[in-house]
Structures are given as C-alpha cells and as structure tokens.
C-alpha cells in the first residue's frame, strides 16, 4: 500500500503509529461514494454503495482485519466444526442491536433463514450457495446447517450481516437501519446524504469519529472538486491522473475485477466464435497504462486473481488480435452485427470511460455497438433480471472472500445471479468443487473450471484495478485489503 500527497507523506509504519495516539473526540467527517444505496436493508441487494454505510451500522459473526486476516466479530471465537455439514458458533454475551433487541442465537437464525430464502430473492445469495439452515442451541449457541462439507463456510459469515428480528419484520426498515454496529443512522437526505453518529452503547471499542456524513457523488471530477476545496474528507475511485494533486493519496491492490458479461443464451452473443472475437478485439494493456496510468494490470482469463484460491496459473489473457477478431466475425457470418453493451457511471472506477473504450475497439472490428449507460438502480435490474440483460453486460466483482467460490457461483454458475450461460460441464464443476475438502482436488476442480470458461469466452476479462482513495490532509487512515470503510479505524489528525 501506498500513502502520499502533496502536502504530506505517510509511510505505513508511521501511519499505524498516528492511529495509535489517544483519539480525539467530536471528530466529524464527510465520505464521498459514488453511488446512493438502493436500499438500507442489508440483505437484499449485491450494492457497494449500500455496503459503504451499512458496514459502520451492521456487523457479522467473523471479521477481517484490514491485512485480510479472518477474525471472531459477533461470535466470541472461531466456529468449531460438529459434523459434516454443521459448524458451531458461540456469540458474544450482552450486545444489543441499537433499538435494544438482544443479539443472540434468535437474532442469528433469523438473519440465516432470511437470506437464503428463496422469495426473499437476495442478490447476495452466490455468498451462502451451501448453508441451509441455522439452529439455536441454547441463547449464545447456534449451528448452521450446509448442503455438504463446506471449508470455506467461516468465511461466509464474514458477509452475512446480523439484523434483528423485531425490527427486520418493519416495512420501514429498508429506509431505518438497525444494526449492533459502531454507528447508528441519524437520517438520509433522498439524493444527497446520509448521516451516521456514534453507537454510544458499542459493546467494542469506542470509534473515534462521532459523526459521519456519506454524499453520494457520482462524477469523479466533482469529488475531487469538494475534496480540494475542504468539503470532502475521503473520496473513493480516485482518477489517477489526479493523484499527486490532492492532500492525500492511498492504494492498494485491490479485490475488484472488471469484466463484461458476454451471454450465450441468445443473440449477436450466442456463438462462441463472436465472444472470442470480443476478447481478441480489446488492448487490455493498452486500458491498464492510457485509463489507469499503470494502477491496473491486465486480468489473466479468469475471474481471479492470482492470491485467490482456484486461479489458474496455465491461463493467460486473450491477445490483442484484432485482425484474428474479424477474422472469428467473418466465420461466424457476424461482420456487422448489432451489440448492446450496457454499463453504469460512477460506482466504480471510470466504469464509463472502460465501457465506452471497450465499445470503441468493438467498433473497430467492424461490429455495430450500442453502448446504454444507466442509473445504478437501473442497471442492477438489468444485471441481474436474465430477462432484461444484454448481450454483453459491464460488472466489477469484488471477492471479499479470497475464493473462487463466489464469483464462480455467481457468475460462472448457470444458476448463478450473473450468469449467462447454460454449461451443465462447467456448473457441475463448481458444484464439486464447492463441497470438496481436499485441498488440490478442490484447487484441480476450479481450474478446471476456469479453462472451460475461458475456451467458451462467457466473458471478456479485463483488469485487475488497485483501489484509490483520495484524502483530506486531516485525516489518518490506512485502506483495507476488502475495500470496507470503516469509520471506526478512521480518526481525524489535529
């Protein structure tokens, strides 16, 4: 990770020291993103914008430190494994949700059974693919239930947040937060902000930051502008060319993976021979060092990068080729062919400008490209409704979890949220592989998986982009390997 700016540089090192010095109370910050939330309820929608906030109001049963490290949350300790399919969690004793419910074994049922069911239609269900069902064992004891052996199920209740049963049954709860969280909602300004204060009952340590205010800025340009001029305290999706012009900078390698969706269940996208040539036809080098001036490098092929559990090393990007990609347009009688290509602008790092360039080299093969920018809301219907998706569709997939799991269950899957494709070969790998408890089996399985994958070019595969994080020379925080911002590490200098 780097920190630097203008005015002031942090080694990491000195950094860590400054956060240990004895907090300042009456901290109050403002944090842009680029995003409002589509909705406060934890549960429902796969959201940056909306994990942005909730992450400071909800919390789960384990945690990660900024390093990556997994760690006991809400539980007490590690879970202990009591069967095949069964782990055993014991909870912390006296925390309460910020309405005065008690967080407990009921609360956890609860917020398991909730998620995974099937009306209830989560778009973060590629996260708990494998958990069944939770039972109380006594108030402080709970056991979740799995499909078969699972190795990686602590790590998925890294994600699952905790609501509280009473309040969660409230049709205003989407709108009124309730978690155990460091911070509590105060309000939310409909299109400009929302506004936490600090959980004066926390059960752990006391954040140092009283009082934080999230705007929802979705121009790059205009955070850089309210972070100069001293409105702003931190900025996400920082443009790069921009990072020696603010008081402070951040970055660090980060777990966000850009790709186009390219489907295989109909239209200009069907043939195999046409999602080739779209991968042929874009210099990701080229992206990587003229969008992102080298904070960027390009993608191998695959849904993962290289520190995730089931890369494959063998993979290499598709080249750029863009003779060979009219050449696949030519065989497949596709020279011409209309494609839509939908994205979104501002929730993630020059999505526009990465869709809009991805479009041009389309272009330049000859193909009639259609490029739909929506609201954010409005995309993610069309992400994720089969219905109404594209022949190629934008999405960055972050992977909290460090697995292959997760971005092949819900993008590799043909069952998956974000899949486009119906490969029972493929869909039977990831299922194997997700119940495998042998290591290099289970590594063999995903690897497998990915050359299917990239043979049939149900993707265009992109970059893998380092998080950059703009700052006010005030502030003292380091970033986080996960992307979480959380207040509660932040703290104000002077």
């Known amino acids: 990770m780097r920190i630097q700016g203008t005015k002031k540089t942090l080694a990491a090192g000195a950094l860590a020291a400054m956060l240990a010095v004895a907090p300042a109370y009456g901290q109050e910050i403002t944090i842009a993103i680029g995003s409002e939330p589509t909705t406060l309820d934890p549960q429902v929608r796969d959201d940056g914008g909306e994990r942005a906030v909730n992450d400071n109001i909800y919390e789960t049963l384990m945690a990660r430190t900024a390093n990556g490290e997994l760690v006991p949350s809400l539980a ?135 009082k934080v205010t999230y705007r929802f800025i979705e121009e790059s340009g205009t955070r850089l502008a309210g972070l100069l001029a001293g409105e702003l305290d931190v900025i996400t999706n920082l443009l790069p060319e921009f990072v020696g012009q603010v008081p402070q900078s951040a970055n660090i390698s980060g777990l966000e993976l850009p790709i186009v969706i390219l489907s295989s269940l109909g239209g200009s996208t069907a043939d195999v021979r046409v999602r080739q040539a779209l991968n042929y036809a874009v210099d990701k080098d080229a992206l990587a060092e003229s969008l992102f001036e080298g904070f960027a490098e390009v993608a191998e092929g695959q849904l993962l990068a290289p520190s995730f559990f089931g890369f494959n090393s063998d993979v290499q990007a598709y080249p750029y080729d863009p003779d060979k990609a009219r050449a696949l347009l030519d065989e497949a009688g596709a020279a011409g062919t209309e ?146 911002l959380l207040v509660k590490e932040m703290r104000v200098d002077g």
């Open 76 to 210: 007490e300790g590690p879970p202990t494994q009591v069967g095949g399919t069964t782990w055993e969690f014991k909870l912390r004793d006296g925390v309460k949700f910020h309405n005065g419910e008690s967080f407990n074994a009921d609360a956890v049922v609860f917020s398991v059974e909730r998620i995974i069911n099937p009306e209830f239609n989560s778009e973060q269900g590629s996260f708990f693919s494998t958990i069944t069902g939770a039972a109380k064992v006594d108030d402080l004891t709970v056991r979740i239930e799995t499909d078969g052996p699972d190795p990686i199920l602590p790590t998925r209740m890294y994600w699952m947040k905790m609501v509280p049963p009473g309040q969660a049954a409230d049709p205003g709860f989407a709108d009124a937060p309730v978690g155990t969280g460091p911070y509590k909602f105060a309000g939310w300004n409909r299109g400009n902000d929302i506004v936490l204060e600090v959980n004066e009952g926390y059960w752990g340590d006391a954040p140092q930051v009283q």
């Open 339 to 484: 494609v839509e290509l939908v994205g979104t602008s501002g929730r993630w790092l020059k999505d526009r400008e990465l869709v809009e360039a991805v479009g041009a080299f389309w272009s330049d093969i000859g193909l009639n490209v259609n490029v739909r920018i929506f609201e954010f809301d409005e995309y993610l219907n069309r992400l994720f409704d089969r219905d109404t998706r594209a022949d190629a569709i934008f999405v960055v997939s972050s992977n909290e979890l460090l697995d292959a799991d997760r971005p092949f269950s819900a993008y590799y899957h043909k069952g998956g949220i974000g899949a486009s494709n119906e490969d029972d070969a493929l869909a039977g790998l990831i299922d194997q592989a997700r119940s495998e408890t042998d290591v290099a089996k289970r590594s063999a399985l995903y690897q497998q998986a990915v050359q299917i994958a990239y043979d049939q070019a149900y993707f265009l595969w992109l970059l893998n982009i380092e998080d950059i994080y703009g700052m006010s020379e005030r502030m003292a925080w380091q970033p986080r390997v996960d992307a979480k």
